[in-house]
């Protein structure tokens, strides 16, 4: 008899939980319905014992890991990788973002979603959190989001990125230093959008009609706090609990987000945590992106609430925005999750540097030595960005969970010898070593390459839309090199002032 439904992934070396982090143990995986069926050894024989015939996949040399979940990302900048060197965030979001830009094309949404899928795909992530901002909104835009990622076969939660507080509102000095005629180009990640109400047609469109067997699932993404009025954040507090979704949102990325909260929120002691918290979204189902300025006594009450934290070490290096309390928030005992952020300022969908650079800046942050990060930043790539988007059959290799499976070479230089696989997946490999990936049970990336699409007829898609994109970021670099000396100004009095903690490493 055979099963055509069922995948035995026979001989590999599988990082279990509670197995060993430094060897793995040698297993068979008996895969069925796109769910792990069982573990263990000998399955083939015991299979054929059974008159039972299956597909195989051949592990050996191989380690197999739970696929990577980036819970932190943004498909809308994949374009942009490369454009900038240092740029700091509030820089950035004007030659990023975009409510800077005209209306792209359907073309360019399905081209640039596809192509940040398959760069997380290639680095063994099988799960994207996409907090994508499309500005001005187009239904149309949307569906082209869910298609893509439909027909690569990534698992995907999408959130649409929203706001109702105009960006100028929302960073300190800009309304003083900027002249009036400069105001309208001043923005943020999301900007309101009068023509529609978002949340009501998402709501109408999607959360009222889910579509069974599907691997794209939803979330709600208000942007940050600071823009988004107490209205918004209670409408989205209800809607996350009508529908058991989680939220996204950034907050306290850089300095100048951390002092707008001290200056716009006296009732709440300067604290945009103290606002969440009266305004009911503190819990298990809210997760804030970076984190970089949080207080102690902040950190508290996410631990006591039970609110995670995602961390995105690229973009915080990238954009100078600084070290987040990563230990502080560990032994406060808050779940962690990581994410690559946008490429235009990460500039790369590679889990491996994220759980590298993760590691490392606990390392710098205290001189007293401290707990083993290595096993803490793959637990972060893995089980915490689960627990960031409510599915406890991820991030694990173990019966009941999904397929969702990595197989790395062993033969890879990184690996040889083969010390400890935890410690080498997060300092030694740079991701040269994902051979094949799985997506409930499917194999989705064969030998390096997209098994799921023709991958060089979807490089020609991106290749078809470069040039439009690339006329358009011109003329925003231009207008943004003319906005440079009041950009500077009101960076230079954001530094100035104090908000009670420095999270960038100036060597005093």
């Not at 143990?25 to 014992?49: F, P, S």
């Not at 509102?169 to 105001?183: G, L, N, R």
């Not at 759980?355 to 637990?379: C, T």
Request: proline share 6%; glycine share 8%.
């Amino acid at each position: 008899m055979t099963k055509t439904d069922t995948l035995l992934i026979e001989n590999g070396r599988a990082l279990l939980p509670g197995g060993d982090p430094h060897q793995g143990e040698r297993c068979d995986i008996l895969v069925q319905n796109g769910a792990i069926e069982k573990i263990g050894t000998g399955l083939a024989a015991t299979l054929a014992k059974d008159g039972i015939t299956v597909e195989t996949l051949d592990a050996t040399d191989r380690l197999i890991i739970p696929g990577f979940i980036n819970a932190h990302y943004h498909s809308h900048d994949t374009l942009a990788k490369g454009t900038m060197d240092e740029t700091p965030l509030e820089t950035w979001r004007l030659l990023a973002l975009p409510p800077q830009y005209p209306k792209r094309s359907r073309e360019e949404i399905r081209a640039r979603t596809l192509i940040g899928a398959l760069e997380c795909l290639r680095s063994g992530m099988t799960t994207v959190q996409d907090m994508v901002t499309l500005y001005p909104f187009d239904p149309e835009h949307f569906e082209a989001v869910v298609e893509a990622y439909e027909e690569i076969g990534v698992r995907a939660v999408v959130a649409l990125q929203y706001a109702d507080i105009r960006g100028i509102e929302t960073i300190p000095f800009w309304k003083e230093v900027f002249p009036a005629e400069y105001h309208p180009y001043l923005s943020t990640a999301a900007e309101p959008d009068k023509k529609i109400d978002q949340l009501a047609w998402f709501e109408e469109n999607y959360l009222k009609k889910p579509k069974a067997g599907s691997r794209v699932g939803w979330a709600l993404g208000p942007s940050a706090p600071e823009r988004c009025t107490r209205a918004l954040i209670e409408r989205t507090a209800a809607l996350a609990k009508t529908y058991g979704l989680p939220i996204f949102t950034h907050i306290y990325e850089s300095k100048g987000m951390a002092l707008q909260a001290r200056l716009e929120y006296p009732e709440h002691g300067g604290s945009l945590i103290r606002r969440l918290e009266q305004e009911g979204l503190l819990g298990p189902h809210l997760n804030l992106a970076h984190s970089v300025w949080l207080l102690q006594d902040e950190i508290e009450v996410l631990a006591r609430t039970g609110t995670n934290v995602v961390i995105n070490p690229l973009s915080n290096m990238k954009l100078k925005s600084g070290i987040p309390p990563i230990r502080a928030l560990q032994d406060a005992g808050v779940s962690l999750a990581l994410g690559c952020d946008n490429c235009s300022c990460s500039d790369a969908q590679n889990m491996f540097q994220a759980m590298k650079l993760f590691a490392l800046m606990v390392h710098v942050s205290d001189p007293d030595p401290g707990p083993d990060q290595a096993g803490r930043a793959l637990g972060a790539a893995t089980a915490g960005g689960a627990h960031a988007i409510g599915r406890d059959d991820l991030g694990r290799i173990a019966p009941g969970a999904r397929a969702d499976l990595v197989l790395i070479d062993l033969k890879d230089p990184s690996y040889v010898p083969l010390n400890s696989a935890t410690r080498q997946l997060v300092y030694t490999e740079g991701g040269r070593g994902v051979d094949t990936v799985l997506v409930d049970g499917r194999v989705v990336i064969r030998h390096g390459r997209l098994a799921t699409m023709d991958q060089d007829a979807l490089l020609d898609e991106v290749m078809a839309v470069v040039p439009k994109f690339r006329e358009d970021f011109a003329v925003i670099a231009a207008r943004v090199e003319t906005l440079k000396p009041w950009i500077a100004e009101a960076h230079k009095r954001i530094w100035a002032a104090d908000v009670g903690a420095n999270r960038l490493f100036t060597g005093v």
